[in-house]
């Protein structure tokens, strides 16, 4: 039976095409981490719009550092580049916030 509908049986929902099921394995240390990055992103920018930018900028480099141990585990390119770039943008911006620039 599937949590969604107690009606549904374990065959319907893995042979079905309208049931939507997730494509990452749940409960994974990359499971884990994707969470608490995504998290750590979320109040990144809860922090950037209350005027918070220290800890927009800490927020926001543990979130992407995250995404990309995330990206490298999925061996997904664009999700590495994009983290990794991010990652040291954010942290050449926390360098500059505070060495006083």
């Known amino acids: 039976m599937s949590k969604v509908d107690p009606s549904v049986t374990k ?4 042979n079905s ?3 939507f099921k ?3 394995p ?3 240390l990359d499971w884990y981490v994707k969470w608490f990055a995504t998290t750590m992103i979320i109040s990144a920018v809860i922090c950037r719009s209350a005027g918070f930018h220290l800890m927009d900028l800490i927020f926001s480099i543990v979130g992407t550092i995250g995404w990309t141990y995330v990206a490298i585990a999925w061996h997904d390119r664009a ?3 994009l983290n990794a770039v991010i990652s040291v943008i954010l942290a050449i911006g926390l360098l500059e916030y ?3 620039y």
């Open 98 to 100: 505070l060495s006083g």
């Open 17 to 19: 095409n309208r049931i």
């Open 26 to 28: 749940k409960h994974t």
């Open 79 to 81: 999700l590495i580049i």
């Open 22 to 24: 997730s494509a990452t």
């Open 11 to 14: 065959e319907e929902l893995e």
